[in-house]
C-alpha cells in the first residue's frame, strides 16, 4: 500500500513570497490533515479535512494560508505571503478511521523563509 | 494550546536499558495515542490506548494510562540504537476529533 506522498520536500522562499504543498493521501482515506511542525515542537493542526469538506480549520491563519482538496483526494496548501515564522515542516497525514484514530503521515515539506 | 505534555524534554541511555516516557494532559480523552519521529522523517504511529483501557503492549513497547491522574507513560524495554528518535503522545478530546499533540521527548540510545 502507498504512502501519503508531499511534495515538494524542501523550499526556500523569500518573505512575502507564496509558496503551495500538495498531497496525496492514502487511497480511500477519507480524512486528510495538515500540521505544522516548528522545529523543536510537536505538529499543530491547521486543517482537517473529511472528504472535501473542512472539519476543524480553527487554528489556520486564514490572512494568509489557505487549503483545498479537490474531490476528496488530493490536497494543497498555500501561503501567501509568507512570513519568517512560518519556517518550519508541513506535514501531511490522512486517515480512513472516523475521528481521531491512526494517522499516517507523509515525510513532510521543509519551508525556510528567509 | 497542546493538550499533551511530555517528560523528560531530553532522554539519553545505553543500548539494553529501558527507557520510559511521560505524557500528561488536560481534559477528558477518548484515546491516547503515541507517534515516534525519527530526524526529518514523518511521524509513525506506535500505539493506541483507549480511555477504558488501563495498559497495552506491543512488541517492547508497554503503555499506561491513568485517566484519574490524566497521564501515560511510555516504555521501551532492552532498547537499540535504533530507537533514537522524537516520541509524542497525541490526545483525542471527548469534545471533538481533532488530534492534539504535545511537545515530545527526545530519545537517544547510545551504543
Known amino acids: 500500500e502507498a504512502g501519503v506522498a508531499q511534495s515538494p520536500r524542501y523550499k526556500i522562499i523569500e518573505k512575502r513570497q507564496s509558496v503551495a504543498f500538495w498531497c496525496n493521501p492514502i487511497?480511500?482515506?477519507?480524512?486528510l490533515y495538515w500540521y505544522q511542525q516548528i522545529l523543536g515542537q510537536g505538529p499543530k493542526l491547521l486543517i482537517q479535512?473529511?472528504?472535501?469538506?473542512?472539519?476543524?480549520d480553527s487554528q489556520l491563519p486564514k490572512d494568509r494560508f489557505s487549503a483545498e482538496r479537490l474531490k476528496g483526494v488530493d490536497s494543497t496548501l498555500k501561503i501567501q505571503p509568507a512570513k519568517l515564522e512560518d519556517s518550519a515542516v508541513y506535514l501531511c497525514?490522512?486517515?480512513?478511521?472516523?475521528?481521531?484514530?491512526?494517522?499516517?503521515f507523509g515525510e513532510g515539506s521543509r519551508l525556510t523563509v528567509l | 494550546s497542546q493538550q499533551g505534555e511530555e517528560d523528560p524534554q531530553a532522554l539519553s541511555i545505553q543500548e539494553g536499558e529501558n527507557a520510559t516516557m511521560n505524557c500528561s494532559y488536560k481534559?477528558?480523552?477518548?484515546?491516547l495515542q503515541w507517534y515516534r519521529q525519527n530526524s526529518g522523517r514523518g511521524l509513525v504511529h506506535l500505539i493506541l490506548?483507549?480511555?477504558?483501557?488501563r495498559e497495552k503492549h506491543s512488541g517492547r513497547l508497554r503503555v499506561t494510562l491513568d485517566t484519574s491522574k490524566k497521564s501515560s507513560s511510555l516504555l521501551i524495554t532492552a532498547s537499540r540504537a535504533a530507537d533514537t528518535a522524537s516520541y509524542f503522545c497525541?490526545?483525542?478530546?471527548?469534545?471533538?476529533?481533532?488530534?492534539?499533540f504535545g511537545e515530545g521527548t527526545q530519545l537517544t540510545v547510545n551504543p
Open positions: 497525514a490522512s486517515s480512513g478511521a472516523q475521528g481521531a484514530g491512526e494517522l499516517f
Open positions: 487511497s480511500g482515506h477519507a480524512t
Open positions: 479535512f473529511q472528504n472535501n469538506g473542512v472539519v476543524d
Open positions: 481534559t477528558s480523552i477518548n484515546n
Open positions: 490506548i483507549r480511555s477504558n483501557e
Open positions: 497525541a490526545t483525542d478530546g471527548t469534545s471533538g476529533s481533532r488530534l492534539t
